[in-house]
Nanobody
Framework: QVQLVESGGGSVQAGGSLRLTCAASGYLYRSWYCMGWFRQAPGKEREAVAR???????TYADSVKGRFTISQDNARNTLYLQMNSLKPEDTAMYYC?????????????????WGQGTQVTVSS
C-alpha cells in the first residue's frame, strides 16, 4: 500500500521561495519506482513539473528549469521540491505522484498513486 502526503504549500509573493514535501510510505521503499511533482491550475491540464527516478536522475519542465529542484532522501521516503524565484504563473495545486517503474514518463496517465495536493499561490 502506497500513501503520499504533500505539505509545504502556501501563499508567497513573486520572487519568493517555498519547499514542498511529499511523505511516502509503503512498498515504494523496496521497489523500482519514480516520483514526481505535478501541478494543475484552474482550467488547465495537469502537467509534470519535475520527476526523479531511482538512480536520482531528474527531469524538469522548461518553465521551471533553474528555479525548481527536486530531491529525495537516502531512504526515498521523502520527496522535496524546492521552488525559488516563484512567479505568478507557478500558482497551482501541486501533487506528488509515484509510478512503480525504473523510468519516469512525463504523462500523468502513467502514475498510479497520487497525494491529495498542496496549494501554491504566488502573488505579484
Amino acid at each position: 500500500q502506497v500513501q503520499l502526503v504533500e505539505s509545504g504549500g502556501g501563499s508567497v509573493q513573486a520572487g519568493g521561495s517555498l519547499r514542498l514535501t511529499c511523505a511516502a510510505s509503503g512498498y515504494l521503499y523496496r521497489s523500482w519506482y519514480c516520483m514526481g511533482w505535478f501541478r494543475q491550475a484552474p482550467g488547465k491540464e495537469r502537467e509534470a513539473v519535475a520527476r526523479i527516478d531511482r538512480a536520482g536522475r531528474a527531469t524538469y519542465a522548461d518553465s521551471v528549469k533553474g528555479r525548481f529542484t527536486i530531491s529525495q532522501d537516502n531512504a526515498r521516503n521523502t520527496l522535496y521540491l524546492q521552488m525559488n524565484s516563484l512567479k505568478p504563473e507557478d500558482t497551482a495545486m501541486y501533487y506528488c505522484a509515484t509510478l512503480q517503474s525504473d523510468t519516469c514518463p512525463e504523462s500523468v496517465q502513467f502514475y498510479n498513486y497520487w497525494g491529495q495536493g498542496t496549494q501554491v499561490t504566488v502573488s505579484s
